[in-house]
DNA sequence: ACATTGTGTATTGTATACAAATAGCCAACG
DNA sequence: CGTTGGCTATTTGTATACAATACACAATGT
């Protein structure tokens, strides 16, 4: 993508995950367009690549909204995660080269270090989380898998509450990778799948737990 | 999507289906904006989606060409067809609607008749095919894998390769089909779950020995 | 009071002109 | 003979003007 839709396209996702713009909150193209600084023509490219990947929806009549996430949408989305990240890691097992088996460690001893300060630091998590699951994703060799895993990950719900998790679930996370890697090096694409689906039903879970103190935390006319 | 851009879209894409435009073959925007019969911007936009569902691809620099589908392209996306559709069978046992069950065998009793012709109606069968696989995946009410699924399942090899089908082939379908509407009688996940996988992968080898006829009765040249 | 139709306004859709980038070509040079 | 550099033609990217559509709300009639 060039300069003037890809900036469009980040600063508008940005937004959505930051929470800047409020879910189910309609969207113009033209404010859209002066908050980036660009014309309506790359803001409408942007628009229809955040509506692939679910951030936006259409109504009937073709006007944008911000997704709203429910409960049933995120599950959702961690099931099919789970399948397809469980595949992802099969095909990976007997695939993977040296190189990619290194960035998997390196990925990992970054995200543990993070997670091992006396105050987490989840930016640096989230990104070494990212990464580590990029180059299986990668490895896996399936160019399709990886367009829709693309579309799948990233929600505005979890990127916010990630922030809420607590030190032994980021732990864990590492500790699961860490399986992860074993199961590669010994080639073995059974382990390797079983291992990756616990993982993001793991994940799921601690999402979950994390998500309800969130809310807990407000005041009661917003968390409803 | 509106009509210009609609009718860019359908019309791009049944060109590539029926193979005018040849996989390889670069796109350039102002020619189908001409064969169109519309500008370059709702072009860009049917681009766009058709880039998405893989039926062209940008190089580097953003020129469009027609996706080659290579044997290893074929089979990993069946693969992923039948992880996906298996799942969404799954799902849909619990779920489906008397209604739907309904439309399951009506549509099924017609692909039955097409099949059994003397001369078997193809495009009769593709019909009430898709129809049939659409209801279980509405049924499944998974509005993220609706969307996975509607991006892989159209392929243009397929879709040519599919009029070299023998009838014992078609006939097969319509039993795994009558199969599948038994298991969502039943309510039964697990077993609609294998059936599905079972139905798409026998599905995939019809396809490979179609279209291994297919290839063999053309110039050497040409199937190279 | 309620539905319905009409009208103005906000928003999206499309065409077009122009800007930017890229590829292909050809010449100059090692 | 191959390689590099720059020019030109081709193609894509962006802005903008205008067209079509949908919405809000008032006016009208029942």
Redesign the interface.
């Known amino acids: 993508m060039?300069r003037a839709s890809e900036r469009a396209y980040q600063h508008v996702r940005a937004m959505i995950l930051r929470g800047e713009l409020v879910p189910g909150e309609q969207i113009r193209e033209e404010q859209l367009a002066d908050a980036c600084g660009v014309s309506r023509?790359p803001v409408?490219?942007a628009l229809?690549?955040l509506e692939?990947e679910?951030l936006i929806r259409r109504n009937d009549s073709?006007r944008s909204f911000v997704a709203e996430w429910s409960r049933a949408?995120v599950e959702?989305?961690f099931q099919?995660r789970a399948?397809?990240e469980g595949?992802s890691a099969r095909r990976a097992a007997t695939r993977i080269s040296d190189v990619q088996l290194t960035e998997l460690k390196s990925a990992n001893a970054k995200l543990e270090a993070a997670v091992k300060m006396v105050r987490p630091d989840i930016p640096t998590f989230l990104e070494q989380n990212r990464s580590f699951h990029s180059v299986i994703i990668e490895a896996a060799a399936?160019?399709?898998?990886a367009?829709?895993l693309t579309?799948?990950v990233e929600q505005p719900v979890i990127f916010r509450t990630a922030h809420q998790y607590d030190q032994e679930n980021l732990l864990r996370s590492h500790h699961e990778h860490m399986e992860l890697i074993a199961a590669f090096e010994r080639r073995d694409g059974d382990w390797a799948e079983a291992i990756m689906t616990a993982h993001i039903r793991r994940a799921f879970h601690a999402f979950a737990d994390a998500h309800q103190r969130d809310i807990s935390a407000l005041p009661d006319d917003i968390a409803a």
């Open positions: 060039s023509t409408r490219e229809q690549r692939t679910s073709q949408d959702e989305s099919l399948m397809l595949h399936s160019f399709r898998l367009n829709m579309h799948i």
